[in-house]
Structure formats: C-alpha cells, structure tokens
C-alpha cells in the first residue's frame, strides 16, 4: 500500500468516489460494483489465490471514517537484537494469519458442526437451513433471522463489516440478499475451495477479548499457537464466536462452558468424533488454564516506559514526516500490520527496570503518595467529579495540619481513600467510579543513550508497580529543574567555546548580585573562596563564578546554546494568561533557574553532545519501520548528527567534569573502572537531584525528587540520583574495556596562574600558584602573572592586605592600607608592590549562605527572584520595543 500524503488522499477520494454506487438500494448499480469487485478478485486470484480476497478485505469501503482504511494487523516492536519487545494492538487489529493446514482439524470441525452443519455440501447458501426458517421469515417478514452459512458470514464479516450497525429493516433484508448472492458468487469463482472460505472465515471471526481469527484467540486464552490446542480447547474457541461477549471464556467461563459441551456435542452428532473421545473433552476444565494465561496477559499488555516513549515518538513522526493525521497515525500505528525496530537494548532496560525496582536502593523513609478521584452522582442525578485535590481539601478541614496525600504505607493511604469514600456515601452520592493510584515516593527517572548514534537504550519513566499504559513517564515527559546540571550548557560550554573564558580563567567568588539587585547564593555557608578557576568552579559546582561566566557572554548567547542542545522546553518571551511575560533568557539561566525545567531525556542528550565530541544527536527510541508490505516507512538509521560545540570545547568541558567525578560534588558515582565524567545538580530545598554523566560508551541521567514537589530534607534522597546513577552505570559496563575520551588535536597546555588565569610568573613557581592546564591552541594567554594577586583576604594581625604566605590570612577587607609583614615576594622579601584594588563591602550585602551538605550544591533561585527578574526583563524589553517604535516613527517620512 501507498501510506504517503499523496497516496492516502487519492484512497480518499476512491473511496469517495465507490461510496454513492455501494449505497444504491438494489439496483443494477450495485451488482454492477459487486462485479467489477469480484472480476478483479478473480483475475487477481488466478495468481494469487486466497490472497486477494485478503485485499479485498484491506480495500472495503468504510463509511464510518474517510481516514485510510486500517488494514487490521497488530504491528510488531523489536528490541536492538532483533527480538520481538511487544505487539501494538488496536480493537479490531489483533489478526495473525494462520494458514488451514497450520489449523486442527477438530478446531475446523467444531466451526462448521456448531455454524454451518451442511458447509461442505451446500453452494453458498443453505436451502434446508432457509426452508427450516422460512416460518420466521414470512411471520416476521425479517430475513436477516435464519441460517447464514459460514461464507456468508465470511461476506459480512469483510465486505459489510461497518454497514451493520444501526441499519434499518429494509437495509437488513437487503444486505441479507447481498450477502446470499455474493456467497453463491464466491462460491462460483475458480480457485476457490471449500477450504480455502474456511480459512478465510477462521482468519476474520471475532474472539473476543480483541482477539480477530483462531491463532490470535489460542495465543489469548491459552497461551500456545492454533496448531497446538487439543479439541477440548478448540471447542472453547469454536463456542465464542455467535457471541464474543456473552461466551466469553475469561469473563463468562460458565456460559463458555455449557456452549462448549453443545459443540461437542454436535461433533459428535455430526461424525466428526466418536464416544471416548468426546467424554475425554468434557473430562477436561479448560477455564483455570485460561485464567492463568489471562492473568499473564494483562500484566504483559501494559506497555512499559520505553515503548510508551516510542509510541508517542512515532505518532509525532507521523504526523510531522508523512503528513498523516493523528487518526491516520494512529490506525496505522495500531492497525498497520507495521515492523517496528526499537534503539532498546534489553539486556541494559532489564538491568535498569532490575536495580531500580529494588526497595534495598531507596531510603528507609519511602512514602506513598495517594492520588484517588471519584465520580459520583447525587440523589437529583447529577454528576459529580471528586479530584484528589477536593480529598486533600476535605482532610485538612478535618484538621489534618500540613496534609499533602503523603503515607508511611500503602495500606494508610488505601485507608483514607475509603475514609473518604463513605464520607462521599454520607453525603448522598452513590460512587459510579473511582480510580486510585498510589505511588512510592521520591520517584526516579532515568534515561540511556548511546552518545555516538542517539539511539536510546533504556528509560526508565519512574518506580513502583506501572498501572497502565500512558502513564505519566518522568524520563519523557516531566519537566523539572535541572540546578546547577545547567551550568556546563548554559554558561561554561558558550564561554569556551566562543573563547570567552578557558578552564584557566579566574574569577572571584565574592559578594555578587544579579542585575535587578539581588545577591546570588553558594550553596557552601563558608563564605567566599577568593580568586579561583573555572575548571575548578566546575569541579565544586560553584554559582556565584557560573552566574559571572554566563554575564560575561551574556545570558542571549547562553540561551542559543541550549537551544542548539536540543531542549525544547526553554521559553523566550511567553506571555502567560495573566499578562505576564516570561523569559529564560536572564542571569538565573546559569544555574537553572527557568520558567517550566526541562525533560530528563532532553538534558542527558545535551549532556551526550559533549561525550560525543560537539555533536547533537536527536535521541530517538526506534531506528526503522517497515509497512505491512515491508515497504520502509521511516529510516533513522542513521540521522546525521549536528556539530554544535568545536571538538575541543567538548573535550575541555569533560576533563573539567572528570574533577567533578574524581574529586568534587559527584564523587560518590565514581566506580573506578572506567574515564567518567558528569555533574550534579540540586535545586533550591532539595526538590530536584540530579546526576548527568558520561563515560566513552554510554550517557546516562538520573533524576530523583517527590511528584508533589516535596522538599527532601533527608540525606539519602539528596544522594539518591547519584546512588541510581551509580547502580545503574557500575554493572553495565561490566566487562567493557576502559577507553579514553578522544582528545582532538588542537588541545595544548600551558603552566598558568590559578590567582589570575595568565601564564605563571617565578612569583607563581616560588609561591605554589602555577599549575598545568588544558587549552584550546587559539586560547592560550600570552601575558604573563606580575605577581600582583587579586584577593579579598586581610591578615587578621594588622588589618591589611594579606597575600598566601600570610600565617593569619582570613576572607576580608582590608582597613589599613598596604601588605601585611608576612606577605613577601618571590624572592622572599616583605611585598612593597601596590596593594590591589579590592571590591569595598558593606556588611548589608555580605551574605552567609546556609544549606548545602558536602556534596550537595543548590543550583536554582527562588521564585520570587526569578518572577522579579523577568518582571525587569519584561519591562526593559517593553521600553526597548517602545524607543524603537518611536525611532522608527521619528525615521518615518512625513505624509
Ligand atoms: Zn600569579
Ligand atoms: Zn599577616
């Protein structure tokens, strides 16, 4: 079939075109369609036998939708290694052909001895089988009751399938007539056998359960293929099709049961069995097989995260690269009949669903987070929808203080939902439904990706049982606040890699504030730490040196660069329902502080972009889909990636967070068998943690932190990103060998001044301040160190200006002007040099920071700050936009 644009609109109007002669009351217009229809099915079939009545069932015309007609087959998901994942499914699309040798004989006889006694002797029709109901029919003048032979089934099944619903009685008589006419032609054509209706007729009957044919309902209900089942089963099958529902063997196994002993009963009848073998049937109970296999089923049915995330991949695709609708998509999604080759790596997703599903992983202090909503209707009938924020309401007014649908165990929360429920009941409402939901709190999320194709190999949406399929994935679709993980792609990577700032440069970290006035946090209570470089503001998540670097290239360029990292969350300029105007583009953006955060997904593939040497890879979840022909719809294989770093700024930045791993804030991820290197981030209160790192193979994020936003206070959540991160990362690179990042060609070094980034003086080599960096070639500085330090140190003897190899240096202002004695030049001598200028602090805007354990860093600002911020932003740019209106109006030419 034709899936592109072009091809699904000439199918539309087709079938527009066949409608009007279809819908003709029984005029030569319509035998003529019919006609011409089995004309073409014949000189097709000639060649291809039973295959064209299959396209025949593909082209039917449909006039419940215009969209492209589904042609009814389940489509297949494969994992990296070419095994089957799972099946998409859609109503109606759970058809696997199965050929009549491939189906028992006892299945087949139990079909025609229950449907159609007289099939292999009749034309089409059953005369005996009208005759009998000729009574009803003249009595009740309605022909649709009375005997219809399987292939007149086969005929309504494919050719009227849409047309029998809501169909009036004359509609019915006719479409009787229709399906007996067209059963004798069938019958008729050559090439076509008794045999191979039947297979057509076992292929397209519904099972139940959105099962279509005998194999999908073998593999349904017990588990095994058609050839397989005994007669016993096969008596089961043959008992559900004159009513999917009422017989059917999971919901009504008893009337499955008693329709079933009347099949077997008729074969025996019929001739098709004999006396033991009937008794041994009805010895047999099927239904707790049936049951078990059941049970299996709906627990496999539930897509997991990955394939969520694939799914939604693939509907966007669709809609984007072939110009379906999302309609369209999802028919052929669903009911395509496609192949689907997923990026997962099975062996890795088995491994993160495994250490993340262990309860030894997580804090003691689990909590369960209760979400319940109920539908209820009055006495008036009215109906009422209860959220879980109306139960959260109800229980504080009950006085439950600081009540946020928190437990200690599943089992409180369950209790307070039925506390909840009888006080609806109480109220008059009778409960029409309820869904519950309660998840293990903080959750995780994490994602893999293979850094050098894009190809995701694992995700992992969230912990706890996963309910149904859908569900909210915290890898794909949450968006949070990356903290201080921002500092590497909005400040420091634009700042090397437009040769702004090197690994060697110095900033102070000092007493700093943001343009509108307010003072940006350390997350250290320590005060400030002086002169210091970039590689190790990195390495100790430092925010006052990442909020200076992002101002120094100024947060617009800042902003481009992310956007270049692929995230698709950032916002410039959204004005919300109230007016307000929000922007990503100002100071805060260093330390991600940002209007809606961002995916986990979309910040490991950033992150990615510096493991794989500058190049943006989008991450995709599958690689290749093939139609149902095996035609290629879409080929991922291999995007091109885009280089949006230079080579050298990427291999800068990770030997920068080679520290962060070795020595810094993510020590603890460290498992020492291979080069890694990442960075943490935490947000203001603990709400976020987070780790995304790399290694030469994979790159991984992780993210922990309450659905609710509850801060987490205890230590082992804070860790928690870093301890999944590290779970996770140790044992799937077991067995790799230890590789190097590859380090391009333009990177020298140069022995430098860690108290002004130039290159080291004797002063330096005398005082312990020269040290060996990584440089761009291009970067390299050419001044050198005069010895003259910028500090804010004193020596707390005499007041003044104190250097390194003051005894009693302490962080300060100098109030006496000059050296202090014990500061002394390279050669040993008391300093003379100037004093350097010192920033002069008042004591309203030092500001001592708290919070912040060892390895924690707090990398977001507060909301008011941020509104505030954007608020001046917002302002500025209004009065921008207005001056330049009115520059524009003065420029005008006068009328
Ligand atoms: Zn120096
Ligand atoms: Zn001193």
């Known amino acids: 079939m034709n899936y592109s644009r072009r091809g699904i609109e000439k199918k539309r109007n087709e079938l527009h075109a066949k409608m009007p002669k279809f819908t003709n009351a029984l005029g030569a217009g319509f035998y003529k369609a019919m006609i011409i229809v089995f004309v073409t099915a014949v000189l097709a079939g000639a060649f291809a036998g039973v295959g064209v009545f299959r396209g025949i069932l593909v082209t039917a015309p449909d006039i419940s939708t215009i969209d492209v007609r589904p042609t009814g087959y389940s489509s297949a998901v494969y994992d990296s290694d070419g095994n089957q994942m799972t099946k998409l499914v859609a109503t109606n699309s759970n058809r696997i052909y199965q050929t009549i040798d491939k189906i028992p004989l006892d299945m087949q006889h139990a079909f025609v001895a229950m449907e159609d006694e007289r099939f292999y002797e009749h034309n089409g029709i059953d005369i005996k089988g009208i005759a009998r109901s000729a009574y009803i029919v003249l009595s009740t003048r309605d022909m649709s009751q009375g005997a219809s032979t399987i292939t007149q089934q086969l005929i309504k099944n494919s050719v009227f399938e849409k047309w029998a619903s809501g169909e009036s009685k004359f509609e019915k008589i006719k479409r009787k007539i229709q399906e007996q006419y067209l059963a004798i032609q069938l019958e008729r054509q050559?090439?076509?056998?008794?045999?191979?209706?039947?297979?057509?007729?076992?292929?397209?009957?519904?099972?139940?359960?959105?099962?279509?044919?005998?194999?999908?309902?073998?593999?349904?209900?017990?588990?095994?293929?058609?050839?397989?089942?005994?007669?016993?089963?096969?008596?089961?099958?043959?008992?559900?099709?004159?009513?999917?529902?009422?017989?059917?063997?999971?919901?009504?196994?008893?009337?499955?049961?008693?329709?079933?002993?009347?099949?077997?009963?008729?074969?025996?009848?019929?001739?098709?069995?004999?006396?033991?073998?009937?008794?041994?049937?009805?010895?047999?109970?099927?239904?707790?097989?049936?049951?078990?296999?059941?049970?299996?089923?709906?627990?496999?049915?539930?897509?997991?995260?990955?394939?969520?995330?694939?799914?939604?991949?693939?509907?966007?695709?669709?809609?984007?690269?072939?110009?379906?609708?999302?309609?369209?998509?999802?028919?052929?999604?669903?009911?395509?009949?496609?192949?689907?080759?997923?990026?997962?790596?099975?062996?890795?997703?088995?491994?993160?669903?495994?250490?993340?599903?262990?309860?030894?992983?997580?804090?003691?202090?689990?909590?369960?987070?209760?979400?319940?909503?109920?539908?209820?209707?009055?006495?008036?009938?009215?109906?009422?929808?209860?959220?879980?924020?109306?139960?959260?309401?109800?229980?504080?007014?009950?006085?439950?203080?600081?009540?946020?649908?928190?437990?200690?165990?599943?089992?409180?929360?369950?209790?307070?939902?039925?506390?909840?429920?009888?006080?609806?009941?109480?109220?008059?409402?009778?409960?029409?439904?309820?869904?519950?939901?309660?998840?293990?709190?903080?959750?995780?999320?994490?994602?893999?990706?293979?850094?050098?194709?894009?190809?995701?190999?694992?995700?992992?949406?969230?912990?706890?049982?996963?309910?149904?399929?859908?569900?909210?994935?915290?890898?794909?679709?949450?968006?949070?606040?990356?903290?201080?993980?921002?500092?590497?792609?909005?400040?420091?990577?634009?700042?090397?890699?437009?040769?702004?700032?090197?690994?060697?440069?110095?900033?102070?970290?000092?007493?700093?504030?943001?343009?509108?006035?307010?003072?940006?946090?350390?997350?250290?209570?320590?005060?400030?730490?002086?002169?210091?470089?970039?590689?190790?503001?990195?390495?100790?998540?430092?925010?006052?040196?990442?909020?200076?670097?992002?101002?120094?290239?100024?947060?617009?360029?800042?902003?481009?660069?992310?956007?270049?990292?692929?995230?698709?969350?950032?916002?410039?300029?959204?004005?919300?329902?109230?007016?307000?105007?929000?922007?990503?583009?100002?100071?805060?953006?260093?330390?991600?502080?940002?209007?809606?955060?961002?995916?986990?997904?979309?910040?490991?593939?950033?992150?990615?972009?510096?493991?794989?040497?500058?190049?943006?890879?989008?991450?995709?979840?599958?690689?290749?889909?093939l139609d149902h022909d095996g035609n290629v719809l879409i080929d991922n294989t291999a995007l091109p990636g885009k280089q949006v770093l230079k080579e050298s700024t990427a291999w800068l930045l990770t030997s920068a967070m080679e520290d962060v791993v070795t020595k810094g804030t993510g020590a603890s991820v460290n498992f020492g068998t291979q080069k890694i290197a990442g960075k943490t981030g935490t947000t203001t209160g603990e709400n976020d943690v987070w780790f995304a790192g790399y290694t030469p193979y994979y790159t991984c994020t992780t993210w922990a932190g309450y659905d609710n936003n509850k801060k987490m206070y205890d230590k082992a959540q804070q860790r928690l990103a870093r301890t999944v991160w590290r779970a996770v990362m140790e044992p799937l690179h077991e067995g790799l060998p230890e590789k190097d990042f590859v380090k391009p060609s333009d990177i020298t070094t140069a022995v430098v001044c860690n108290k002004t980034g130039l290159l080291a003086s004797s002063y330096d080599q005398a005082v312990g301040t020269a040290h060996s960096e990584f440089y761009r070639v291009d970067t390299v500085p050419s001044q050198s160190c005069s010895g003259i330090h910028t500090y804010n140190y004193i020596c707390s003897l005499t007041g003044q200006a104190a250097s390194e190899t003051c005894p009693f240096r302490v962080a300060g202002t100098p109030a006496i002007p000059g050296w202090c004695p014990h500061s002394l030049d390279a050669a040993g001598n008391p300093r003379t040099d100037a004093v350097p200028t010192v920033n002069t602090l008042s004591s309203n805007n030092v500001v001592t920071m708290g919070g912040g354990e060892e390895n924690g860093d707090i990398g977001a600002v507060d909301p008011a700050m941020m509104a505030a911020l954007q608020a001046q932003q917002a302002a500025a740019a209004a009065a921008a936009q207005a001056a330049a209106a009115a520059a524009q109006a003065a420029a005008a030419p006068a009328p």
Request: net charge negative; charged share 20%; proline share 4%.
């Open 190 to 625: 050559p090439g076509v056998t008794k045999e191979s209706i039947l297979e057509l007729y076992l292929n397209t009957i519904n099972l139940g359960q959105n099962t279509l044919g005998v194999q999908a309902a073998a593999l349904r209900y017990f588990g095994k293929n058609a050839s397989d089942l005994n007669l016993s089963e096969a008596a089961v099958i043959a008992a559900i099709t004159s009513n999917p529902s009422r017989y059917n063997p999971i919901s009504h196994p008893d009337n499955n049961a008693t329709r079933r002993a009347i099949v077997l009963e008729k074969m025996l009848d019929q001739g098709y069995i004999n006396d033991q073998t009937y008794a041994e049937a009805m010895a047999d109970d099927p239904y707790e097989r049936i049951q078990k296999v059941n049970q299996q089923t709906e627990e496999n049915s539930i897509n997991t995260y990955f394939v969520d995330a694939m799914v939604q991949e693939i509907m966007d695709d669709f809609q984007e690269k072939l110009g379906y609708s999302e309609t369209q998509a999802y028919n052929m999604l669903y009911s395509g009949g496609l192949q689907i080759f997923a990026t997962q790596d099975t062996k890795i997703q088995n491994l993160c669903d495994k250490v993340t599903g262990d309860p030894e992983l997580y804090p003691d202090k689990t909590e369960y987070l209760l979400d319940y909503r109920v539908t209820g209707v009055d006495k008036d009938d009215n109906v009422q929808n209860f959220s879980a924020q109306m139960m959260e309401m109800y229980f504080k007014d009950q006085g439950k203080n600081g009540y946020d649908r928190l437990y200690p165990s599943e089992e409180d929360a369950r209790a307070d939902a039925e506390v909840y429920k009888k006080y609806l009941e109480s109220q008059g409402y009778s409960i029409e439904a309820e869904t519950i939901s309660i998840t293990p709190q903080p959750q995780i999320s994490l994602s893999i990706m293979d850094q050098h194709t894009g190809y995701m190999k694992a995700v992992v949406g969230g912990r706890g049982k996963k309910e149904a399929s859908l569900t909210l994935n915290r890898a794909t679709d949450t968006k949070r606040q990356p903290g201080s993980t921002f500092k590497v792609v909005s400040a420091y990577a634009p700042a090397f890699d437009t040769g702004v700032r090197t690994l060697g440069s110095v900033e102070v970290d000092e007493p700093y504030n943001y343009a509108n006035g307010r003072p940006v946090s350390n997350w250290y209570s320590s005060g400030y730490k002086g002169p210091v470089t970039l590689r190790y503001a990195i390495e100790q998540s430092m925010n006052i040196i990442a909020v200076k670097t992002l101002t120094a290239i100024t947060p617009r360029v800042g902003y481009e660069y992310l956007l270049n990292f692929g995230f698709t969350t950032l916002v410039d300029n959204e004005v919300l329902s109230d007016g307000t105007v929000m922007s990503d583009v100002q100071q805060a953006l260093a330390l991600g502080g940002i209007t809606h955060g961002v995916k986990n997904y979309e910040l490991n593939a950033a992150y990615a972009t510096i493991a794989d040497q500058g190049v943006y890879r989008e991450p995709i979840f599958y690689t290749k889909i």
